[in-house]
DNA sequence: TCAAAAGTGTTCCGAATACACCCATGC
DNA sequence: GCATGGGTGTATTCGGAACACTTTTGA
């Protein structure tokens, strides 16, 4: 008799009995050893989902990768993996970050999970979705064994994607706009240094909607989160513009006292 | 030899090689019978948790029950499961829900998944957090096989509780914080019909700051998403308020016209 | 000198705040 | 009558919207 022990079940191979193993019984999670016919065991496969948001020229754009496996093979996809038996939630998702992009410590969030039965078509798989937001201007996609190609698609004007792929991004880009009012993350599609006008134009491509200038300056200026630089613009054709940073540690200082952002 | 199908993988039983699957291998999501060490086999738990709001008396109060096996037996938790092959996880969710408490068709809200390897003392298992609003008045707590008893407490003064249940109500507290101010879900917590001073005193006791009796009104007013009932109030010592209903369909068309619920 | 964007100032309006006051009911 | 909560009115303040204007640079 061989004794298996994995992360959710003891299984027992016999040969006389073809399987016993721990699962869920009716009035437990676990019994020990409970014997049952070889077909009523079941597992699930588990996933992270990634939606990789970047910005470029007044765009927010999305990184998708071309599948080189099927199903869906040679369809755009988001790019994802299964998670390891010892691996977080989140590292995984990092891990799928820096294959493909070589990036660490982006921001990323966690954003909902998806687990329709039929969400797969040949597994039941579920998956969790994260978006991360990396400034993409200092990103140089990396060829991944998992995909052909990997690209970057407007949120405004994207291909058919594989599997839920679709209802996942969407749920993905409704959570960020959410998110970027109420908190200051969505700088993290800005390189560190910045004009206040191309803030303005990252927020007006984000929420869809326009902001008058000198009322935008007014408000984030007061909210004394930017860091004034002694740099400006070079090699404009025009007064160049003051360089700003986001000022984390006076961020962190202001929400304690309550402050709350607000756009 | 022996194969057998399961949701996510194909396992062939064989007396010489104690374990085939298909798996996770280093170039695709499925490697058809790729053959590996039967220790290297891994499987996760999948489940759901349940955090169940009620409102009485002017707190916010939500459902624990007390766990009848190991682990933590005794110990008080949230109510959960493990999810069916072949179950969607809002059906497990409400499946749990309308086990414990008889209710169907209660507000659901699916918050975070949580997944640390150790949240587990004996597997891994992943859960994904739901929270509920319920009125909670006209609810008869039933008895559980999975549980001992069951209790309501109020958020500000909780139990030491089981697994990581404690993080995943704050998380699930934070939320519907975070929620009920820009969607009128909160309503849920009370019964279909209220006065203006109920829905504020839960607001109240939802955000934990006092608004003014005039302006929460005529705020709550003006949003024109309260039905006025020609009804009032019974044998109460004072002037009898007048009762209102959620107008679920006026709501729909004004969100549809843009408007945005805030509080 | 002109184009283009940076950057400032000012008026106007509506919404939020604070607070005062009257109303209906049971005891 | 009075305690209790229901319900209304209003003056003040504050922040946002709209818009006009000046400044600085490169070409």
Same mark, same amino acid.
């Given at each position: ?154 949120? =405004? ?10 209802? /996942? *991004?969407?749920?993905?880009? +409704? #959570?960020? !706009? @959410? ?33 008058? =200038? ?10 004394? /989160? *930017?860091?004034?630089?002694? +740099? #400006?613009? !070079? @090699? ?28």
């Amino acid at each position: 008799m061989l004794k298996v022990k994995n992360t959710i079940s003891t299984f027992i191979l016999n040969k006389n009995l073809p399987f016993i193993c721990t699962m869920k019984g009716p009035n437990s999670y676990y019994i020990s050893e409970y014997r049952l016919p070889i077909n009523e065991y079941f597992i699930f496969g588990l996933s992270v989902d990634c939606v990789i948001f970047g910005y470029q020229e007044g765009e927010i754009k999305v990184l998708l990768v071309q599948r080189s496996l099927d199903p869906f093979k040679g369809q755009w996809a988001l790019i994802g993996d299964l998670v390891e038996p010892e691996q977080n939630l989140s590292d995984a998702a990092n891990n799928v970050l820096e294959k493909l992009t070589g990036l660490k410590e982006i921001y990323m969030k966690q954003f909902f999970t998806f687990g329709s039965v039929d969400r797969h078509p040949l597994d039941r798989v579920v998956t969790v979705g994260y978006y991360s937001l990396v400034n993409s201007i200092c990103y140089n996609p990396i060829a991944s064994s998992w995909a052909k190609s990997a690209g970057w698609f407007n949120i =405004k004007d994207l291909p058919e994607l594989a599997f839920d792929h679709y209802d /996942i *991004l969407l749920k993905g880009i +409704e #959570t960020l !706009k @959410n998110e970027v009012r109420h908190k200051p993350t969505g700088f993290n599609l800005l390189p560190s240094k910045f004009t206040l006008l191309e803030l303005q134009l990252l927020y007006e491509a984000l929420l869809g909607y326009k902001f008058d =200038k000198s009322n935008f300056r007014k408000k984030i200026l007061e909210m004394k /989160i *930017l860091k004034p630089l002694n +740099e #400006t613009k !070079k @090699n404009v054709s025009h007064r160049p513009a003051k360089l700003f940073e986001f000022d984390v540690e006076r961020y962190k200082v202001l929400e304690v006292e309550g402050f709350s952002f607000q756009l």
